[in-house]
């Protein structure tokens, strides 16, 4: 199986943060039923997505839990043409207390406005649990792939410590990077989230995942990484594209 068409599935599924949920319908068995949710990955690297109880998808869920999420790059003149990647999954509601503080911290950096309406209605966070990807990135470029997620070594205490250190001391840093890649620059960017590949920057509501020239997988290697890339001259990955 081709590495590189798994590395560019999971580089889709970061620099995109919503796709089409399509669940087993309740009230017409039989037929498929799509809705549009946006995500950011887990601890694990798998889709996590915060919906309402009383959502269509959710009584969906609830029977029947298999369901597939479809991501697509979006702003292309042919959607033939470009990658998207459906990832067929079985939801698992979070119901561990942890594990929701967990979600939570990390979904509200990506989707601050989240926060009101989940405390305020009955929403729950769900994890979509791959079981197999179908990658399409391009004509003729069809992959079945089994592996693609890859868990955050950072994720939890680590990683907001580091989010919230850039974003306070090192502004200037994050500013640079927008110019690099350019980013709009309609709103100063916060980082929102450090993984082993990249790093996401929100702008006003859209997210964009800069990967790093090398994969990081220490504290260290990805402090080296950020000074780096506050002095470079250019990016060391292709252009970033809008998540």
């Not at 919906?51 to 009584?59: E, G, N, V, W, Y």
């Not at 350019?182 to 929102?192: C, R, S, W």
């Not at 990016?235 to 809008?242: F, N, R, S």
Request: proline fraction near 5%; charged fraction near 20%.
């Amino acid at each position: 199986m081709s590495i590189n068409a798994t590395r560019q599935a999971r580089e889709l599924l970061l620099k995109e943060y919503r796709g089409v949920l399509s669940t087993h319908s309740k009230s017409m068995p039989g037929f498929p039923f799509g809705s549009v949710v946006p995500y950011c990955f887990d601890d694990n690297g798998y889709p996590l997505i915060l919906i309402s109880r009383i959502a269509q998808h959710t009584h969906n869920l609830l029977l029947d839990n298999k369901c597939s999420l479809l991501v697509g790059e979006r702003g292309a003149e042919d959607v033939q043409a470009v990658g998207r990647v459906t990832v067929m999954a079985e939801a698992a509601k979070v119901t561990d207390e942890a594990a929701i503080q967990a979600a939570a911290q990390r979904y509200y950096r990506y989707f601050p406005e989240s926060a009101s309406y989940h405390s305020a209605h009955d929403f729950d966070f769900w994890v979509l649990v791959p079981v197999r990807y179908r990658f399409i990135g391009g004509f003729g470029a069809i992959h079945w792939l089994d592996n693609v997620a890859l868990a955050n070594p950072f994720a939890g205490a680590v990683e907001t410590g580091m989010v919230e250190h850039m974003n306070e001391d090192h502004t200037k840093a994050i500013a640079h990077y927008v110019e690099l890649c350019g980013l709009p620059k309609t709103e100063p960017a916060i980082l929102v989230g450090i993984d082993s590949e990249g790093m996401h920057l929100r702008i006003g509501h859209s997210l964009y995942w800069l990967g790093f020239g090398e994969p990081c997988n220490t504290s260290t290697q990805v402090r080296q990484a950020l000074v780096q890339l506050a002095h470079a001259e250019k990016w060391p990955t292709a252009e970033a594209l809008e998540a």
